[in-house]
C-alpha cells in the first residue's frame, strides 16, 4: 500500500495531472460525508472521479456498484435490489436518466482534490480496509437478471499483480501510461484503468476518448512509451479512419495495443499494428475471472496463463475450469478450448447460446424471450448472420421499427438491438416450435432480396 | 426536414445499418441516441467515421459538446455545414 502516497503524477489530463496520494487524500475527505456502509453506484467515467467514489466507499466499509450497461431499466433494476438504506448514485452527467432526486448523490470530485494532502498517519487505518471491501459486477448486458460477481478488493489487488508481472508494469524506467477506450465499469476496463495502475508503477490517462481524433490527441499528449487500451469493433473502425497516428521511432518502446473482451483476428491485429505503429497484445479473461492469460496476438495464436494459473478439464462436458491455486479460486470457463502445454492454450469457440456484441455478453434465449414479450409483437427471433457483427431480428408485428427498439432499449443493452429489423408474416417454427437454422438462414437471404 | 437534413438521415441509416428506418419516419429534432433510434457509442464511431470520409470532418469530443452534436439530426446537420471540407 505504500505505493498509494507516492507524489509521482499518476493520472493526467489536459490541464493537470494528479498524484496517487492527491487521489487517496480526496477519497478521504469524501468519505468523511458519506455514511457508514453506504452501496453506491458508481457511473463516473473520468478516471480519476471514479477512483475518489471506489475508495471513498471502501473508506467506510460500503459496497461499489458496477452496471453492465447504462440502459434505465438496468440501472433501477440494480437499484431496487439492494437492500440498504444508504444507497445511491453518483456519477457525472446523471441528469441523462430519470432518477429520483434523493438516489443521487452530487459530489464535487474537483473541489475535494484541491482539499488539501492527508497524511500518512490518518490515511493507514483506512487503507487497511480495503482487502475486504467489495466491488459488485455483473455478466451479460442483456437482461435484467443479470449475474451478479463480488470482487474483493484483496483479490483485485491480488489479480492485478498477477498481469502486473506478467507485462512489466513495476519496471523502474520510464513508466508507461494507459489510454484506454473501455468503461471503467466492466471488469477489463476496471483492471486496466484502476487496478493494474493504481498497484504499479502505470500512469492513466483520465478520459476514456472514443473518437480517432480524441485518441490521437491522448496520443500525443501523454507521450511515449503508452498503452492504448480498447475492443476489436473500435480498433476496427479507428483503423478506418484518415487519422494521422503519431509514429514513433524505431528504437523507442513507443505504443503497444492491448485489446480483450473478444479475439482479435489476425487481419486486423496486422493493420492496427501498420497504421498505428504498435505491436498488439491481447488479454483472455471474463468478468469472473478477470484476464487469466496473454498473448502477442502476430507472434502466437497461444494464450499463455499468468503465473500460478492452471486449467483442468471436466472430462464430462469437455468444458475447462481455471484454477488459480496462489487465490484459493476455480472459475469455469464458457470458452471451448484446448490446452497446449500445461500453461499454454488455444480458443477454439464460445458455447452456442452466449453471443458477444462489441464485447458485451448476452444469452440469445435471454434476447428471444425480451423481444417476444413487447407488447404488439406476435412473434420474433434474433438471428446473427455471418456477414455482421450486429444482430438482426425478424417480427411479426404492425408495430413500426422505431416502437419496437424503443421498447427492446428500455429492457436490454442498446448494442443487442437489431440492425436491422426484418418485418416477416411468420417465423419459420416446426411442429416443435423450434426454429431451424436453415429456416433462418432462407428467410434472411429473401430478405436480403426484397430490399436488394 | 430540409434536404441537407435527409442526406445527414440517409448516412445515418447506411452507416449503422437501419435499413428498416425510412427517412421520412425520421424526426429531425428529436434525439439520434439512446430514446430515439437506440444507438450507442459503437455507433457514433460509425458516424463521425462516415463524416468523415464525405465531408472530411474530423471529430473530437471537446468539439462544442460531442452530445449536442450527436443530440438531433437537425444539430449534426448544422454542424456538417459548419464543418465540412469544400
Known sequence: MKGLFSDDPFVLLEDGRYSRHQIVSAAFHLSRALPEAPVVMNLYTQRHEFLVLLLAVAFKDGIIVLPPNTAENTLNGLMDAIDSRHKFIAGARTERWNFEDETVARIDVKHLLSSGLVDKAQLSPLLRKLPVAQIWLYTSGSTGQAKKVVKTWSQMMRLAAKAISRFGFDRTESPRCVVATVPSQHMFGLETTIFWPLFSRLKVWAGRPMFAEDIKAALDFVKPPVWLVSAPLHLKKLTQFDTEWPSYNESEDGLKVLSATAPLDVALAKTVGTKMHARVFEVFGSTETASIASRETLVSDEWRLYDHNCLEEDKNSGTYDVIMQDLDERHRLQDTIRTVSADRFRVLGRQSDLIKVAGKRASMTDLNRILQAVPGIEDGVFWRSEASERLQAFVVSNLSSQEIRQALSKSMDVVFLPRPLHFVKRIPRNEMGKIPFQALLELESQTREKVG | ?86
Open chain 2, 1 to 86: 426536414m430540409t434536404p441537407e437534413q435527409a442526406e445527414i438521415a440517409e448516412m445515418i441509416i447506411e452507416s449503422v445499418n437501419l435499413e428498416d428506418v425510412s427517412v421520412d419516419e425520421i424526426n429531425p429534432d428529436e434525439p439520434i441516441f439512446n430514446d430515439g433510434l437506440g444507438l450507442d457509442s459503437i455507433d457514433a464511431l460509425e458516424i463521425s467515421l462516415e463524416l468523415n470520409k464525405r465531408y472530411g470532418i474530423k471529430i473530437k469530443s471537446d468539439d462544442q459538446n460531442v452530445g449536442e452534436i450527436f443530440s438531433s439530426v437537425a444539430a449534426l446537420t448544422d454542424f456538417v455545414q459548419a464543418n465540412k471540407q469544400a
